[in-house]
């Protein structure tokens, strides 16, 4: 749920945030608002196919993200625990987790999008109960990450905003190949 999809019952269980919280949970909202509306009057189909040379499609993306999203909020709270260690994964680990940028037999559009929605969710509960921003944790093991770094809870929810919004230009361009449609412009 985005910040400007609120329920009656969310206000009343949610104080209104302000600030560097309110500022995050907008951006954020953006970002995914531009990465769902890529999908909009798609098929199934239409949101599992690949039209560039990648594996990427609609689909895929946004199960990526969602994936990435849960990921990422699960270390603020719990840390490198949370996440895989990325130097210790096999062939099987990898190829289930390409299994992220496809749509798979079964999987519809419709679902894709509502466990992205429960993610999203999930992590603004997190930013609107979350003690301190300044909370550190280390960094899970991967050979893309410097030794022993530790990110704070903010920098995570900046690189989930970041992640979100570079995958919103990936869509943005695999729904152009499908029919010509655009988030922008």
Request: net charge negative.
């Amino acid at each position: 749920m985005t910040v400007s999809e609120t329920t009656t019952r969310d206000v009343a269980e949610t104080p209104a945030l302000t600030g560097e919280r309110a500022d995050l949970l907008e951006m954020l909202a953006k970002h995914r608002h531009f990465l769902r509306f890529t999908t909009r009057d798609l098929t199934d189909e239409q949101a599992g196919l690949r039209t560039t040379v990648s594996e990427l499609c609609l689909g895929g993306l946004i199960k990526h993200v969602t994936s990435a999203e849960r990921g990422w909020a699960g270390f603020i709270v719990e840390g490198p625990s949370a996440m895989p260690d990325f130097t210790a994964m096999t062939e099987a680990d990898w190829a289930r987790r390409a299994d992220e940028m496809r749509m798979l037999p079964g999987e519809t559009l419709a679902g894709v999008l509502d466990a992205y929605e429960d993610a999203a969710r999930r992590t603004d509960e997190l930013v609107a109960t979350l003690p301190d921003l300044d909370a550190t944790q280390p960094l899970p093991r991967a050979p893309w990450f410097e030794g022993a770094a530790h990110w704070s809870a903010r920098r995570v929810l900046m690189h989930i905003m970041t992640e979100t919004a570079q995958h919103a230009g990936h869509a943005d361009i695999i729904r152009e190949s499908i029919d010509g449609a655009k988030s922008m412009g």
